[in-house]
């Protein structure tokens, strides 16, 4: 298996057709399923498989393809920051974060990374946690800021903050802005964003622990929609009072701080722990570790 074969059946597997890779990579189209063919047979794996249309990806196919974007993708990145070295061009640096932090983090630290290294083009990319992470082992991302992130050797992981998770809704519905027990939240009409999403599985588990669940009456992965019907009153919802204090749609909803046991969230920055880094990813990590300890390390008026 080398590059050539990777990137031609990369190509074939995104067009969806042996005619339409041989006429974009300028080959001939025997010669391309000769090297397609020749993939399959030190995998001892059909890759593709013909449909209606044209050609679409096995199963071992898509696992390959996965693998295969995020080599060249590695390989791009190489010949870029030679490139870059030879010329004296910074290069690029992406960076992923949720969509939660971005509203926190985003501006800030382009500002700063555009004063820094002003020539350096910035990608940011917005996911889930478990999303990022593939981004980043794939090659998508250099780093990312993440939300409990798994112990794992193939991650560095930089703490950045520790927050408490609370209820929050109309003081109507809620009563009180104490501390509320975990096992209390069964008892409240909950909208709440839908697994795998990080805080719907700790509150999940944690009152599965206390055999009781929650009583969702709607699942919406937008924060701001689930803040607009808490504001309605149609129930509670559950976050950081960081992450309320820079939503306007939050502003008017209490906080109520989860305990017994109380749920935190924590916040990370992660690295690949096996791929070299650049002086441009260096000097972007700095500045990137340095926004968000400034910007989340705050005081969490919530715990």
Avoid at 81 to 89: A, I, L, P, Q, V
Avoid at 170 to 178: H, K, P
Avoid at 247 to 275: G, Y
């Amino acid at each position: 298996m080398d590059i050539r074969q990777l990137k031609y059946f990369v190509r074939v597997a995104e067009l969806g057709s042996f005619s339409k890779a041989a006429a974009f990579l300028k080959i001939a189209q025997p010669a391309l399923s000769r090297q397609i063919r020749n993939l399959e047979l030190e995998h001892k794996e059909a890759l593709l498989i013909r449909n209606g249309r044209g050609v679409e990806p096995t199963d071992a196919g898509n696992r390959l393809l996965e693998h295969a974007r995020g080599m060249l993708r590695l390989m791009d990145r190489a010949y870029e920051d030679m490139e870059n070295s030879r010329t004296g061009k910074l290069g690029r640096v992406t960076i992923g974060m949720p969509a939660t932090l971005s509203v926190i983090i985003a501006t800030p630290l382009v500002r700063k990374l555009r004063e820094h290294m002003p020539d350096a083009k910035i990608t940011l990319a917005h996911g889930r946690s478990s999303q990022l992470q593939e981004w980043l082992l794939g090659g998508t991302l250099d780093m990312a800021l993440v939300l409990d992130a798994p112990a794992t050797p193939m991650l560095e992981i930089h703490p950045i903050s520790v927050d408490s998770l609370g209820l929050m809704g109309t003081m109507e519905m809620l009563g009180s802005t104490d501390p509320i027990p975990m096992r209390d939240l069964a008892h409240i009409p909950m909208i709440i964003q839908s697994r795998p999403n990080k805080i719907r599985v700790m509150v999940d588990t944690v009152l599965a622990q206390v055999g009781e669940q929650m009583e969702v009456v709607l699942e919406s992965d937008s924060h701001e929609t689930s803040f607009h019907m808490a504001q309605e009153g149609m129930g509670a919802t559950i976050h950081t009072m960081r992450f309320q204090r820079s939503i306007p749609a939050a502003a008017d909803l209490v906080f109520r701080r989860i305990v017994e046991p109380e749920v935190v969230m924590k916040s990370q920055i992660i690295l690949p722990a096996r791929r070299p880094i650049s002086r441009l990813q260096d000097e972007a990590f700095d500045i990137f570790r340095d926004i968000c300890r400034t910007l989340l390390r705050e005081p969490n008026a919530g715990s």
